[in-house]
């Protein structure tokens, strides 16, 4: 399947998730990362959620990871397909940017070099690890500066498409787990 059917009919069924389910999964989603083997690393990053497309609530994985001690970082976007990381600290504040994104307004900038897992937002993703995303390009662009070991994992309400998605480009990175409710995905 190509990538723009696969984005309209994700969002579609995004969209049908009512808020209460859609917590109800995004604690299920944190619950199972505790099942990968990240828990000795130290610099997490995670996208944080836009609350009106109905995404995954990634409180529950910042509240576990502020549990285990772990370095939380979050994105900002800082130009076309660009994004700087910052260290999440008792002092740093979020501002909603215009897609309503929360991030932090200013704070410590953390190189691509020091992030050991990234928890990825995306739309779809089949058997083999490639996924859609909002196809702007920044978390492609992100994750081909960070060390080639960087864990990379996607969170999903829904399981992974059987058929491959079709229109892979090279710049295109793919993730080593994927994390729904129903299962995890190793590739």
């Known amino acids: 399947m190509l990538k723009h059917e696969l984005r309209k009919k994700y969002k579609n069924l995004r969209a049908a998730i009512s808020p209460s389910e859609a917590s109800d999964l995004s604690l299920i989603l944190a619950n199972h990362v ?3 083997p990240v828990w000795d690393f130290f610099y997490f990053h995670t996208f944080l959620s836009i609350a009106e497309k109905n995404e995954i609530d990634t409180l529950p994985l910042l509240t576990l990871l502020q549990g285990k001690d772990k370095n939380i970082v979050v994105p900002k976007i800082s130009g076309p397909s660009a994004l700087e990381n910052y260290l999440v600290t008792d ?4 501002k909603k940017n215009s897609w309503g994104i929360p991030e932090p307004t200013d704070g410590i900038l953390v190189p691509e070099s020091k992030i050991d897992v990234v928890f990825i ?3 779809a993703f089949d058997m083999h690890g490639n996924r859609v995303g909002y196809g702007k390009g920044f978390y492609d662009t992100f994750l081909q500066k960070c060390r080639k070991e960087t864990v990379k994992i996607g969170l999903s309400f829904f399981g992974a498409e059987k058929e491959p ?3 892979i480009h ?3 990175v ?12 190793t590739f």
């Open 170 to 172: 090279d710049n295109d």
């Open 121 to 123: 937002p995306l739309l």
């Open 174 to 185: 793919r993730l080593d787990y994927c994390i729904t409710p129903e299962e995890i995905y």
């Open 165 to 167: 998605i079709s229109d």
């Open 91 to 94: 002092n740093t504040s979020f």
């Open 34 to 36: 505790l099942q990968i």
